[in-house]
């Protein structure tokens, strides 16, 4: 059980492109989501937190309107990445809690996203 | 401001070996320390976590030894094996669900 799913798992785009990261929980509902970023080598960065049906809490330095967040329904979160550039090439990564509450964050397989 | 801090960056072992990192915290908020273990390219996966009012846990092979009064937590791995080879993440965890994590430490073990 607890298991995270993430498409596409690999991304080259353009830059100037915006680029749809899905996060899906597979056999649980998540009431809360977490995106990550990941450089190589280093640790896992939270840029943000999302609810079911409300709006994504930002880290601090994290550009909202450059990585938006969509958590439409209990199963599925979006990061969409605008108007890409090659400093945003990254390991991205999410996350996911079961609608217990307080529990473990379940991750998925990340997405490398390759900005040209 | 790195909440929790990982030591060793990097640990080589022999096989059958014991690996022991070592992680400490600040926040007394924290109340739940998981440990993921991550494979080059994929996601962190849960190894093994627990809460401050345990000063032990065991599962299989790794042990997580905790000690509430210095702050500290480390994870021992018995019988290390190449497999095990991977960046480990300690991490605290406060009752909002928000996730610290260690600057992680690449294990290889050695045949």
């Known amino acids: 059980g607890a298991v995270v799913s993430q498409h596409p798992s690999r991304v080259i785009c353009k830059s100037g492109t915006s680029v749809k990261i899905e996060c899906r929980s597979l056999?649980?509902?998540?009431?809360?989501m977490f995106w990550y970023r990941q450089f190589p080598k280093q640790s896992l960065m939270l840029m943000a937190t999302s609810n079911e049906g409300s709006k994504a809490t930002y880290e601090q330095g994290v550009e909202k309107d450059k990585f938006l967040i969509n958590h439409a329904s209990l199963t599925l979160s979006t990061l969409t990445v605008t108007s890409a550039h090659p400093e945003d090439s990254s390991f991205y990564i999410c996350?996911?809690?079961?609608?217990?509450?307080?529990?473990?964050?379940?991750f998925g397989p990340g997405t490398r996203l390759t900005v040209l | 401001q790195q909440q929790v801090k990982q030591s060793p960056q990097s640990l080589i072992v022999q096989k059958g070996g014991i690996s022991i990192i070592n992680c400490a915290y600040e926040n007394t908020a924290f109340d739940y320390f998981p440990w993921y273990q991550q494979f080059p390219g994929k996601g962190p996966a849960l190894l093994i976590a627990?809460?401050?009012?345990?000063s032990e846990k065991k599962e299989g092979r790794f042990t997580i030894s905790f000690n509430k009064s210095a702050k500290q937590f480390s994870l021992h791995i018995m019988d290390s094996q190449p497999g095990d080879s991977a960046t480990y993440f300690c991490a605290g965890q406060t009752g909002a669900n928000n996730l610290f994590f260690g600057t992680g430490t690449r294990l290889t073990v050695i045949p």
């Open positions: 627990i809460r401050p009012d345990v």
């Open positions: 996350s996911a809690i079961g609608t217990s509450g307080r529990d473990t964050q379940y």
């Open positions: 056999d649980f509902q998540a009431t809360t």
